[in-house]
């Protein structure tokens, strides 16, 4: 079975702290992206991860791609209130010859000041 | 904003019934897909359309059906309408076929069925 996991699924942080998002997948790819949802809007693209080891950063956010341990990571730093929101990893896989992203549950991240 | 346009945004109707959600892709867009966002089944792929032609099928039901027009525009309909098709359902756009590429989601339509 196709399978995306995430956790945490929710998150209470502190500002100034760091954390980290884990991803979790269950067959084999090498495509995974990172989307952020702010309450009650649509969905933004943060990270696209095409190859095992990338990294990109943007900002205080930080993303990679273990693609032998099927496991990606978001990293946040020093994390400030703007970061509050959900976080979605989303996987391409290969099914009946096309590709389609599997989401995970989202992860809820909420930053106090 | 991402370009992609979703009409309407807001939807209320009652079981049993149909309804059309419209999106617009970015221009240059060929992909178009569909999602449905809940609260117990998360974010699920339901269609992708590829420069008019379906690519790709996800956990779409019966009742629902897509299609993309020659101007790229698509729309979904939904048919026998029950309680629980009460979601968000988003549109996303991409420049090609989807390999390796960003998906560019719509603002959304919220579908409550009463």
């Known amino acids: 079975e196709l399978k995306v996991e995430q956790n945490p699924l929710f998150l209470s942080m502190q500002e100034g702290k760091n954390y980290t998002i884990y991803c979790n997948y269950s067959t084999t790819s090498d495509r995974l992206y990172w989307y952020r949802q702010d309450p009650g809007k649509s969905l933004e693209s943060l990270f696209v991860?095409?190859?095992n080891g990338a990294v990109k950063q943007e900002g205080r956010l930080m993303a990679s791609l273990d693609t032998k341990a099927r496991l990606s990571t978001l990293h946040i730093t020093a994390a400030v209130h703007d970061l509050s929101a959900t976080y979605f990893c989303a996987v391409d896989f290969n099914i009946h010859s096309n590709y389609q992203l599997i989401w995970g549950a989202g992860t809820k991240l909420i930053i106090k000041p | 904003d991402s370009g992609v346009t979703q009409t309407p945004k807001h939807l209320i109707t009652a079981t049993g019934q149909r309804v059309t959600l419209r999106c617009s892709p970015r221009?240059?867009?060929?992909?178009v897909y569909w999602y449905q966002q809940s609260l117990d089944q998360g974010l699920q792929f339901l269609i992708q359309?590829?420069?008019?032609?379906?690519?790709a099928k996800g956990n779409i039901l019966e009742r629902f059906s897509a299609q993309q027009f020659p101007d790229l525009h698509s729309e979904l309909n939904l048919s026998s309408l029950e309680l629980g098709d009460s979601a968000l359902y988003f549109c996303?756009?991409?420049?090609?076929?989807?390999?390796?590429?960003?998906?560019?989601f719509g603002p959304g339509t919220r579908l409550l069925v009463l």
């Open positions: 991860l095409l190859s």
């Open positions: 359309y590829y420069n008019g032609e379906e690519r």
């Open positions: 996303a756009s991409s420049v090609g076929a989807g390999v390796k590429e960003t998906q560019y």
């Open positions: 221009s240059g867009d060929l992909s």
